[in-house]
């Protein structure tokens, strides 16, 4: 069991919906610093929602999502969007399932490490460009690629430098979104042995969106399983996969297929 | 401004200096604006002007609606006095405004300009008026206006750095060398028009009140003077301006900003002074010693 830190997110009755689709509906719940949260759940149960809710892209229609910076608790929606734009780059990443969507393909590899960093007021030329080489290192691409474009990469470097990008600016809340999505898997295992030991190096608190249950089982300490928009159970990941109660929850287990 | 009414409109058919006075009006609150909050773009209603948009219909409304009776202007294209440009605009103020012209830098009060500062320093007393193509500095990154009004309010200016970012780790310097983005008074971001970076420094803490006009963009900001101006840069990549290995072959000037001419088709060639006002200056000077 790894050491729980303080509590890093609490989630209140978190409301929204689409028009008359209702996408998440009273989902609450709070993450410590250190823990992996995963939430699993067939398309369209309100997983991705809830995350933008998070990330402060999408404001929810009632609920409150309260996050602990260093010595203060921001209440994320309740204040003014400039405060905002302020505090989510520099607390709370979001990796997307398509690193596409997370990277700036025009950019350099390098350029998309710093630009983060630069945007949080880094303006030494020589210690951006250190880091970047060291979070290359890290995420498991070679350095002499630092200057290469990202759309010259494959699919699982791209992932890995989306991965890179997000975590340079040490964020307290990392949110995934289904960050195995779209990869092969040798590539998959990979990506997560790499994501599990940033995780337990960092200390970060995470919440990771799938609908693989194997990704879930390997990264997840804790489980949340929805269904349109509804948080219809939760536990520890091995007692929910291993003994699921909801109905749902155990057609989700029991479509997995074993080889 | 009680001169400019009195003005007999009937004697050559416009109003004093082309524009209407309630055009004038509008636009002479959107430059107190602009100069209210320095580097900030403030919008304004740009008029159809008797010239093609992109050829300096926004200076030529700022210049019309400050212009006064008394004042000596100077228009300048890329730093020339005598380009068809300056000239045209320069026979078109005497025209429709019967103000007094001038080549000498020293001598006006309003300076039209594009591309170019002038190399003698202003003074408190004169205005200089940029033409401009492109008032916003975070257009190449960000498309979307709404999008890029949010960056300027929240003061979030790092995606101009990847930028710099960008060309250091590739060529191991910026290779931006007109249009050289600033941060005016430690708060905006804005484009100091395409001015050469050598012209850059002249804008920090400048004597005289700098004015950018963008007809067809709709835009005006300003540098009110004695505002600090910063050019954008990295803590261990310090800005820095083009520098010559030549002197002008015509004045002799070693600071001046130089252009390349070719003479002929071997290959031949001299700098000049891209300011014909200062290079003559330089060689009446030469010629008085």
Not at chain 1, 34 to 50: H, N, R
Not at chain 1, 105 to 123: F, T, V
Request: charged share 25%; with cysteine; net charge negative.
């Amino acid at each position: 069991m790894k050491p729980r830190g303080r509590e890093v997110l609490r989630v209140k009755r978190l409301f929204k919906t689409f028009g008359s689709v209702p996408a998440c509906r009273a989902v609450s719940f709070s993450l410590r610093q250190g823990e992996v949260l995963g939430i699993v759940g067939e398309s369209g149960s309100g997983k991705s929602t809830l995350l933008r809710c998070l990330a402060g892209r999408i404001q929810p229609d009632d609920g409150t999502v309260l996050i602990a910076s260093d010595d203060y608790v921001v209440d994320l929606w309740a204040m003014d969007e400039a405060s905002r734009e302020q505090f989510v780059p520099t607390t709370v990443s979001l990796i997307h399932q398509n690193p596409r969507d997370g990277l700036r393909l025009e950019i350099s590899a390098g350029g998309n490490i710093a630009e983060p960093l630069m945007a949080a007021g880094g303006r030494h030329y020589g210690s951006l460009r250190a880091t970047a080489l060291e979070w290359l290192e890290k995420v498991d691409i070679d350095g002499r690629r630092i200057d290469d474009l990202p759309e010259v990469f494959s699919g699982g470097m791209q992932q890995r430098l989306q991965i890179a990008r997000g975590l340079a600016t040490h964020p307290r809340l990392v949110l995934m979104d289904e960050p195995t999505g779209g990869l092969d898997v040798s590539v998959q295992a990979k990506l997560l042995d790499l994501l599990r030991s940033l995780v337990l190096e960092l200390g970060i608190a995470v919440v990771v969106v799938t609908h693989d249950i194997g990704v879930a089982r390997l990264l997840a300490d804790r489980l949340m399983v929805m269904q349109r928009g509804r948080v219809i159970e939760e536990g520890l990941t091995d007692q929910v996969l291993d003994d699921p109660h909801h109905p749902y929850t155990q057609l989700l287990v029991s479509s997995v297929l074993h080889v | 401004m009680e001169a400019d009414l009195i003005f007999d409109d009937d004697a050559i058919g416009y109003s004093f200096a082309y524009l209407d006075e309630m055009t004038k009006r509008m636009i002479r609150r959107a430059i107190l604006k602009a100069v209210a909050v320095p580097g900030y773009q403030v919008p304004f209603g740009s008029r159809e002007m008797p010239l093609p948009p992109g050829w300096g219909t926004g200076g030529l409304q700022v210049t019309a609606s400050i212009l006064g009776r008394d004042d000596v202007l100077k228009v300048i294209d890329q730093g020339a006095d005598d380009t068809t440009n300056a000239i045209s605009i320069r026979q078109f103020f005497a025209k429709v405004a019967d103000v007094v012209t001038t080549e000498r830098t020293g001598e006006a009060t309003i300076i039209q300009t594009r591309h170019r500062i002038p190399e003698r320093a202003l003074t408190e007393d004169q205005i200089i008026v940029f033409q401009v193509p492109n008032p916003e500095p975070l257009r190449r990154f960000i498309p979307e206006e709404a999008v890029a009004r949010k960056i300027h309010a929240f003061g979030r200016y790092g995606v101009m750095y990847v930028r710099l970012y960008e060309d250091i780790s590739r060529l191991g310097y910026v290779a931006m060398s007109a249009d050289y983005p600033v941060i005016v008074n430690g708060r905006y971001l804005a484009s100091p028009s395409p001015i050469p970076k050598f012209d850059n420094p002249k804008l920090h803490r400048s004597r005289a009140l700098a004015i950018f006009g963008a007809g067809r963009e709709r835009r005006i900001h300003a540098i009110p003077p004695f505002t600090d101006v910063n050019s954008l840069d990295f803590v261990d990549h310090p800005f820095t301006v083009q520098h010559f290995e030549t002197c002008c072959s015509v004045c002799g000037a070693q600071d001046s900003y130089l252009d390349e001419i070719l003479l002929d088709d071997r290959g031949t060639r001299a700098f000049v002074c891209s300011d014909t006002a200062y290079c003559a200056e330089q060689r009446d000077k030469r010629i008085d010693a």
